[in-house]
T-cell receptor, first 111, second 111 residues
Framework: DTEVTQTPKHLVMGMTNKKSLKCEQHMGHRAMYWYKQKAKKPPELMFVYSYEKLSINESVPSRFSPECPNSSLLNLHLHALQPEDSALYLC??????????FGPGTRLTVL | GEDVEQSLFLSVREGDSSVINCTYTDSSSTYLYWYKQEPGAGLQLLTYIFSNMDMKQDQRLTVLLNKKDKHLSLRIADTQTGDSAIYFCAEGTGTASKLTFGTGTRLQVTL
């Protein structure tokens, strides 16, 4: 298995909803990442997990809550989002060193 | 700062070579990457180069690195319509850390 998978592909939620984005990889990678990409912009890092521990939080608002239950899974819990949080959310993984491989992303729309 | 700049748009004819340029500012970067993003999709890693290398060739792709000028380029030989996409350069230290992406170059391939 040489890919990063993300579910769901699309998500529409209201500002009072709670939802979760999921990411999975079976490449034996021990670092996993969440990026946010707005339209016509480059991806911006949100969080990094290394060996299932949160190692980088790029000052992300607390309405985004990451979780890494094991070395293959990464979740992003969403609560009380704002319309400006609408974006493509990309997950990536890597060995502790080396290139990052990206999933196809979840297109999130907040109404 | 960590600004990574690219030109916004490049149009080439099918069969010609494409050259996409990137300038970066972080001299501590260990790895420099090229990613391709098709509409509505995630990022596909095309190739990367270590900062101690000047050139890397991988089939139709040639990466040139001028570390003194902090300039990176990607040459695509025999460009095809399937190469139409947005191309991002990115810099990183190679360990579980942030990738800083360039602004992205949209490549349009015409018949």
């Amino acid at each position: 298995d040489t890919e990063v998978t993300q579910t769901p592909k699309h998500l529409v939620m209201g500002m009072t909803n709670k939802k979760s984005l999921k990411c999975e990889q079976h490449m034996g990678h021990r670092a996993m990442y969440w990026y946010k990409q707005k339209a016509k912009k480059p991806p911006e890092l949100m969080f990094v997990y290394s060996y299932e521990k949160l190692s980088i939080n790029e000052s992300v608002p607390s309405r985004f809550s990451p979780e890494c239950p094991n070395s293959s899974l990464l979740n992003l819990h969403l609560h009380a989002l704002q319309p400006e949080d609408s974006a493509l959310y990309l997950c990536a993984s890597s060995f502790p060193e080396g290139e990052q491989f990206f999933g196809p992303g979840t297109r999130l729309t907040v109404l | 700062g960590e600004d990574v700049e690219q030109s916004l748009f490049l149009s080439v004819r099918e069969g010609d070579s494409s050259v996409i340029n990137c300038t970066y500012t972080d001299s501590s970067s260990t790895y420099l990457y090229w990613y391709k993003q098709e509409p509505g999709a995630g990022l596909q890693l095309l190739t990367y180069i270590f900062s101690n290398m000047d050139m890397k060739q991988d089939q139709r792709l040639t990466v040139l690195l001028n570390k003194k000028d902090k300039h990176l380029s990607l040459r695509i030989a025999d460009t095809q319509t399937g190469d139409s996409a947005i191309y991002f350069c990115a810099e990183g230290t190679g360990t579980a850390s942030k990738l800083t992406f360039g602004t992205g170059t949209r490549l349009q391939v015409t018949l």
